[in-house]
């Protein structure tokens, strides 16, 4: 079982940037993909970027590449998501999730707001 927190959410105007953080304890923490999803409202949810559990290899969503990047810390057991350039469309819920997949899905956060405002 892995436990996952998210952080760092928050209002951001246009063109501006956040770093979220999500947090990973439980069984082999470190040995899972990594990945953040999205929800809009009325939206489903969405995959945004993930990244394997040595680093090396990271995945993106077309709309973020070049805006976003995904990294982790498996000494703090954390993976971050660092959103440059943020767009109103990029409003949403973001989550975060653990698994064996490049998309993953076995875990999930309670999920964190981040808002953009035009």
């Known amino acids: 079982q892995v436990q996952l927190v998210e952080s760092g959410g928050g209002l951001v105007q246009a063109g501006g940037s956040l770093r979220l953080s999500c947090a990973a304890s439980g069984r082999a923490a470190d040995s899972y993909y990594m990945g953040w999803f999205r929800q809009a409202p009325g939206k489903e949810r969405e995959f945004v970027a993930s990244?394997?559990?040595?680093?090396?290899?990271?995945d993106y969503t077309d709309s973020v590449k070049g805006r976003f990047t995904i990294s982790r810390d498996n000494a703090k057991n954390t993976v971050y998501l660092q959103m440059n350039s943020l767009k109103p469309e990029d409003t949403a819920v973001y989550y975060c999730?653990?698994?064996?997949?490049?998309?993953?899905?076995?875990?999930w956060g309670q999920g964190t707001q981040v808002t953009v405002s035009s």
């Open positions: 990244i394997s559990w040595s680093g090396r290899t990271t």
């Open positions: 999730a653990a698994g064996r997949t490049r998309t993953p899905s076995a875990y």
